[in-house]
C-alpha cells in the first residue's frame, strides 16, 4: 500500500510542477526588454517630425531610411537673465525640454543624425540641428 500512495504522490507532483512552470512564463516579463519598447514607441511618435525632416533635408516626397535609434535623449530647462536674477520662461512656465538626438541609415550608405526640441508653447517637436556622415 504504501508504494502505490508513493507513486501516486510522484505522478501528481510531476503534473503539477511543469503547469505551474509553465504558466510563470505568461506571467513573465514581454519578449523585448523594456527599455527597448519605450524606444519604439518614442520612435513612433517622433515619425512624422523624422520624416518632415527627411523630406526638407533630402527633398524627397518620400524619404527612405531605417535603423533607427535614439541616441541620447537630455533634459534642459528655459531660463532667462532679468536683472541678475534669473527666472524661467516658457509657455509652460519654466518647465523643462528636452532634446532628443535620433540616429537613422539611408539606403545610400549615409548616416544621419537629427535633434529634436521641444521648448515651443505647444511641446511639439522640432528639428533643431542635423548632421550627415
Known sequence: MKP??????????????????????????????REQ???KAMLQQLYPVIRSALQDIYKETYPAFGCERILAINERTTMKEDNQQVSPVDAVHGASYFEITVGLCKGSGEKIELRFKNDTPTAQYYLDLFYVR
Not at 501528481?12 to 504558466?23: A, C, F, K, V
Request: glycine share 12%; hydrophobic share 35%.
Open 37 to 39: 519598447q519605450l524606444e
Open 4 to 33: 502505490r500512495f508513493f507513486i501516486c504522490l510522484l505522478l501528481s507532483g510531476g503534473l503539477i510542477l511543469p503547469s505551474s512552470g509553465s504558466s510563470t512564463a505568461y506571467a513573465g516579463p514581454q519578449d523585448k526588454p
